[in-house]
């Protein structure tokens, strides 16, 4: 039986130099090519017939010792194959457009909500289903199923984020200062110890002047006075995040809105320490690994000093048991006042966190549990003073939500008996008696959020609604509203008041059908060249990942974004303006995977030094974005992402990275050292521990990583391959036990690509901590001396040194990470801005680079070759492509 090659000639061409190897009962690479119909309908299919195209037009095949195939047979058959192949794809475009069907994925709605009712503050993307993805990304149609299940969600956060715009109406507080004192903050007096705890490294104690107050601790002498109440404090050498909870003020927000944050402190020197006097006496149980004897001595909260350095203080909001950080800063020795600006949610309530500190999680005896931080002369600690709020600040489109549902209709509350109307949330204040959080009984502990009934006033209510739907259509739709629509949605309003609804709810009711339309829930595109709004929102989801802005729907209006220089104009303005940010976000979740930077943990048995290291991680993340930011906003050449002279780092990531001269909390960029391994986006500690599992690292994983995310390289293992276990005993290297795997052929062909560049990245640890052995942990082994963030005693012990060296296919070497990266820049530069021109293009349009836009994309890296392949060329590239103007 032969080949059902696509064109004449190719079914001669593979029996006479194909055969030889692929075909009979064991074909090489399990394919075929004797029995291989050409079903272009058939994705798998016409995958297999574009690997066949690549391997022969690369001269990979027939492979090195085979006959060669005269040039012009060859020529023939990868013309005539190519061409096939792209008129296939080219009729399906024509036919249906690139990319298919889709809605909005949940990042997208998320901010589409936001931007339409002005409610920044509402979690919408966490309340939905997790969206699904094809091609790396949740942006392609086939991916985003729409279930009974889907439409729920969307209707409720619709409805929610609706009553959270009304209740910005109705609660509109005057912008107020409040400011709580930490003397009299209930949370922070926890002076004493309670029954059966003695550790005072868990105890909050009276400051004064950086000076301790035994007397007040003791409970001899008052709280607090009037005459000192401005330099009274409460100090702590701990963090907030520990099992004996911290500094969460009382305050709680009343209305959403924009505030700013003041809080005053210092660092101090708190006596006790000792830890260099801790020694290893035997192992233990399972339960408490390694036994010490030690003369470590507790804080003594009666002597404290002036602090000998900076701590960073970050700032986290609570609701529900959830935390967000905020913002950071420094307390110095000397008291000062740090304010930050920040958006807060109703009912939020605000915690300070010294960050450095240590986090308290007690396992095991008390001997095995001990402050990383002390030294002979002590530890230390923060000092806070006072913590205070203003706001809500003047904000003119704070009910700008409510003013595209309801016009300038007023509102009014519904008194004690009356029915109807809809529940609106607003924070309640605290209940009679309980301690309110300063200024007129604004929020309290023991503030709530409860629904208040309301109902919005109209004298013509059928008049009323149809302005009022008819403008939030035109808000809402991201075209021109076809006249049917909005009659359906009129239809809909008059049913709901007929039921007896009220005008309020029958609005409300009609708005979420709205919301949740295919006209505003689907991207909608007609095959062929795009129309301005669909270019407008096609941008507009690309670059700011939600729908067009007032400027971008009128150029639309006015038919002119189709004009090329319109078009990049408007493109520069969304990569300038500060909502590309979210662009930022959601395209480094997704191609370098940064949203799972919390799939694993460090293990507490080999990596504690990192267990509870919040800092570092959140520090690490951001690192990443504000990099792939500066690429974007400075034009860097696609080898950046390889390599690079700066990275963005704060004081405790450049501690973890060995970079000396970096203090503070703030992040910044960073010139690193002459010949450091950091620079570009391998080496970064998100990456590096997106890419391990918390516990080992695996070559093959950062290979496989590298190969798809930076080289552009797809990359699938064989079903039933079980994944490798590393050694934790440390008896055999991973290096060795993949030495065996590959000796399997059927392994080898994809493991000697895959596995050099995991290789390169072995010096880098589970968190990207710079390494040259591994970490090991066996029974009766003697750990390293050291102490984690979490109090306990390191349990590892280093074992087989680490081997970054590795080969690449080609034969070219390599010794470490460091000649890895000269190799890809001197030979890969090309592919690895083919690879992110794909990234983004995939990414912006909704369909994975085909076969028949491999032209558009060799013009596009063509255009930008004089700019070393800048990345916002590339944007611009794209955007003018018909890669992107075309469905």
Same mark, same amino acid.
């Given at each position: 039986?032969?080949?059902a090659? %696509?064109f ?24 075929d090519?004797t ?5 272009p ?34 020529s ?28 909005l ?46 439409l ?7 409805e ?6 009304l ?10 200062? +409040? ?14 110890p309670?029954?059966? $705890? ?32 401005e330099h ?28 700013k ?47 000998r ?14 935390? &967000? ?6 307390? +110095? ?6 304010e ?15 960050m450095? /500190?240590?986090?308290?999680r007690? $396992? ?34 704070? +009910? ?8 300038d ?29 300063g ?24 008049e ?34 007929e ?17 949740c ?23 507009s ?11 971008? &729907?009128?150029?639309a ?12 104009? *408007?493109?520069d ?26 799939d ?11 267990e509870?290291?919040? %800092? /570092?991680?959140?520090a ?47 992040? &910044? ?10 620079g570009?986006?391998?080496t ?7 890419t ?43 290096r ?17 690509k ?100 491999r032209? *558009? ?6 255009q +930008?070759r ?22």
């Open positions: 039986m032969t080949a090659a %696509p004449a000639s190719g079914d001669a061409f593979i029996q006479k130099n194909c055969a030889t190897c692929h075909s009979s009962a064991a074909p090489a690479a399990r394919l090519l029995k291989l119909s050409y079903e309908t058939n994705p798998d299919n016409f995958a297999t017939w574009i690997k066949v195209y690549d391997r022969v037009s690369a001269g990979e095949m027939p492979p090195a010792g085979m006959p060669r195939p005269s040039a012009e047979s060859l023939l058959f990868v013309n005539g194959l190519g061409a096939a192949l792209t008129a296939y794809e080219t009729n399906v475009a024509a036919e249906r457009g690139r990319a298919g069907l889709r809605r994925n949940a990042y997208e709605y998320e901010n589409a909500l936001r931007d339409l009712l002005y409610v920044p503050w509402v979690e919408i993307k966490s309340k939905l289903p997790q969206d699904g993805e094809s091609w790396r990304y949740n942006k392609i149609g086939a991916a985003l199923d729409v279930s009974h299940v889907q729920a969600r969307y209707m409720s956060t619709a929610y984020a609706m009553r959270e715009a209740a910005a109406k109705l609660v509109q507080p005057p912008p107020t200062t +409040t400011r709580l004192y930490a003397r009299q903050e209930p949370s922070m007096r926890n002076f004493r309670r029954e059966g $705890n003695t550790r005072t490294d868990r105890l909050s104690f009276p400051v004064l002047d950086s000076h301790a107050q035994p007397d007040v601790r003791a409970g001899r002498s008052p709280l607090s006075s009037e005459e000192d109440k009274e404090a409460i100090g702590r050498v701990s963090s907030v995040f520990s099992d004996a909870g911290g500094f969460s003020w009382s305050y709680r927000v009343p209305a959403p809105g924009r505030y944050i003041r809080v005053k402190g210092y660092t101090i020197w708190v006596s006790g320490g000792g830890v260099d006097h801790w020694n290893y006496v035997g192992f233990g149980d399972e339960k408490t690994p390694y036994l010490y004897q030690s003369t470590y001595h507790r804080p003594n909260s009666d002597e404290v000093w002036p602090g350095g900076n701590e960073p203080i970050g700032v986290y909001a609570q609701s529900s048991g959830q935390s &967000r950080p905020l913002a950071a800063f420094d307390f +110095t020795p000397e008291p000062s006042v740090q930050v600006e920040v958006f807060l949610s109703p009912n939020e309530a605000i915690q300070t966190d010294p450095r /500190l240590f986090r308290t007690v $396992n095991g005896s008390e001997e095995a549990y001990v402050n990383p931080l002390a030294q002979q002369d002590g530890m230390p600690g923060v000092a806070f003073q006072w913590f205070e709020v203003e706001g809500p600040l003047s904000d003119a489109n704070a +009910t700008s939500g409510y003013r595209v549902m309801f016009g209709l007023p509102v009014r509350r519904l008194e004690k008996g009356e029915t109807g109307g809809v529940g609106v949330p607003i924070v309640a204040p605290p209940s009679s008696g309980a301690p309110a959080a200024g007129g009984g604004r929020g309290g502990r023991f503030a709530r959020t409860q629904d208040v009934a309301v109902e919005v006033v109209s004298e013509h209510p059928h009323d609604a149809e302005r009022l739907i008819r403008a939030f259509l035109a808000q809402a739709y991201r075209r021109p509203v076809e006249e049917a629509h909005a009659k359906r949605f009129l239809e809909l309003f008059n049913q709901q008041l039921l007896g609804h009220g005008f309020t709810q029958s609005l409300l009711s009609t708005y979420t059908a709205i919301l339309s295919p006209g505003y829930l689907f991207v909608e595109e007609a095959p062929g060249r795009l129309d301005d709004y669909a270019l407008a929102t096609r941008l989801l690309f670059l700011w990942n939600s729908p067009p802005d007032a400027e971008l &729907r009128a150029v209006a006015q038919h002119r974004l189709t004009n090329p220089d319109v078009l990049r104009a *408007q493109t303005r969304l990569l300038n303006d500060a909502k590309s940010r979210r662009f930022i976000d959601a395209f480094t979740d997704y191609w370098l995977d940064l949203r799972k930077i919390d694993s943990s460090p293990s507490t048995t080999l990596y504690n030094d990192y509870l290291d919040d %800092p /570092l991680k959140l690490a993340v951001e690192e990443t974005r504000l990099f792939v930011q500066e690429l974007f906003n400075r034009n860097l050449p696609a080898r950046t992402i390889v390599d690079s002279d700066f990275t963005f780092l704060n004081e405790r990531l450049a501690q973890h990275y060995g970079i000396p001269g970096v203090t503070g909390v703030a992040m &910044r960029k960073v010139t690193l050292p002459k010949d450091s391994v950091r570009g986006l391998m970064q500690a998100s990456v590096l521990k997106i391990a599992n918390g516990t080992t690292t695996s070559p093959v994983v950062r290979g496989v990583w590298i190969m798809e995310r930076i080289l552009g390289y797809h990359t699938a293992p064989p079903a039933g391959v079980p994944a490798l276990e590393p050694d934790i005993r440390g008896a055999v290297t991973i060795q036990q993949l030495d065996k795997h590959r000796a399997d052929p059927t392994c080898a062909s994809c493991h000697r895959i596995d050099p560049p995991g290789f390169a990245l072995e010096s880098f640890d589970v968190m990207g901590g710079a390494r040259d052995r591994y970490r090991a942990f066996a029974e009766g082994a003697t750990p390293e001396p050291g102490i984690g963030l979490s109090g306990q005693p390191f349990a590892f012990h280093y074992g087989l040194p680490v081997d970054s060296a590795g080969t690449l296919t080609d034969g070219r070497s390599f010794k470490d990470i460091r000649e890895f990266k000269r190799l890809l820049l001197d030979h890969e530069e090309l592919t690895v801005a083919r690879n992110v021109l794909g990234q983004l293009a995939t990414y912006a349009t909704g369909a994975p680079i085909g076969f028949s836009d032209k *558009q994309v060799e013009d596009i890296l063509n +930008t004089a700019s070393g392949y800048g990345i916002r060329d590339i944007v611009h590239g794209i955007v003018e492509s018909d890669l992107f103007r075309n469905k």
